[in-house]
């Protein structure tokens, strides 16, 4: 099991910033990915950004150029910095974590997800 405690959130006007971390302990496998998704209200949970172990990282387009995920390997923590924050980024941000034991075995776990409220 993999447990992920995540910080940050909160209420921002539009054009703020916000850093999102998620820590994360447990059974980390060596190799994996963590990341961030999120859902607002009356919306499917969606991808914001994800960086493996190895460093490859994968944005939504909506973000591009506004957020910015980073990891501290050492800590098993993952950030997400927001800039630009529009109130159309306003969800619950999720962090989430994936061991990959194989191509075909893997294990995701969950955060309980942090409030990211933008006005306008």
């Known amino acids: 099991q993999v447990q992920l405690v995540e910080s940050g959130g909160g209420l921002v006007q539009a054009g703020g910033s916000l850093r999102l971390s998620c820590a994360a302990s447990?059974?980390?496998?060596?190799?994996?990915?963590m990341g961030w998704y999120r859902q607002a209200p009356g919306q499917q949970r969606e991808l914001v950004a994800t960086m493996t172990s190895g460093g490859l990282t994968n944005y939504a387009d909506s973000v591009k150029g506004r957020f910015t995920i980073s990891r501290d390997n050492a800590k098993n923590t993952v950030y997400l910095q927001m800039n630009s924050l529009k109130p159309e980024d306003t969800a619950v941000y999720y962090c989430n974590h994936v061991n990959y034991y194989t191509i075909l075995r893997k294990a995701n776990y969950w955060g309980q997800g942090t409030q990211v409220t933008v006005s306008s």
């Open positions: 447990g059974s980390i496998f060596s190799i994996n990915a």
